[in-house]
């Protein structure tokens, strides 16, 4: 305590600031006041992500502001996957072109899935028969469809290397 004081009114100023500081520092500590505890701890990063809310009892609490959750991962989206060289570059790569096509066949599917279940679940029994015909009979149509193309494909292969041969 190599400090030394002028006054003894200059010690208890500094003794009453020491014990509004601890208190403070207890108050963060206990979670009295969860939003400002955790900004604390965060140094302000959950700040936009938290907002206070006082109930009806008038009990003040804390929730998750979803919509600047929302809005912050929208704009990274924005930023990083839909930038125009993002997206040229994605275009060009195989990776890419298998992206698009996988996600065109289950757009496909979703859509066929949605109209199968709606359907299904009309009360007009000629909508349910399409909605079970869709159901159980389309993906053994679509993979009789899908060998006979890779058939046709293979031959197709096989014949044009047989005339460069």
Do not use: H
């Amino acid at each position: 305590m190599g400090t030394k004081y002028n006054s003894l009114e200059e010690l208890r100023r500094k003794k009453e600031l020491l014990k509004k500081d601890v208190s403070e520092m207890e108050n963060l500590l206990t979670f009295e006041n969860t939003k400002e505890s955790l900004s604390a701890f965060t140094n302000g990063l959950t700040d936009q992500f938290l907002q206070e809310k006082t109930a009806e009892d008038g009990e003040r609490k804390v929730s998750l502001n979803t919509g600047a959750i929302v809005k912050q991962i929208s704009n990274a989206v924005t930023e990083n996957i839909l930038s125009r060289n993002a997206m040229y570059g994605i275009a060009k790569s195989d990776a890419g072109v298998n992206l698009v096509e996988n996600a065109l066949k289950l757009g496909a599917v979703t859509f066929v899935g949605n109209y199968a279940k709606k359907n299904f679940y009309n009360s007009n029994w000629k909508k349910k028969l399409i909605g079970i015909a869709l159901i159980y009979l389309a993906p053994i149509a679509l993979k009789y469809i899908r060998k006979k193309l890779e058939n046709y494909q293979r031959n197709r292969t096989t014949s044009s290397l047989e005339q460069l041969i």
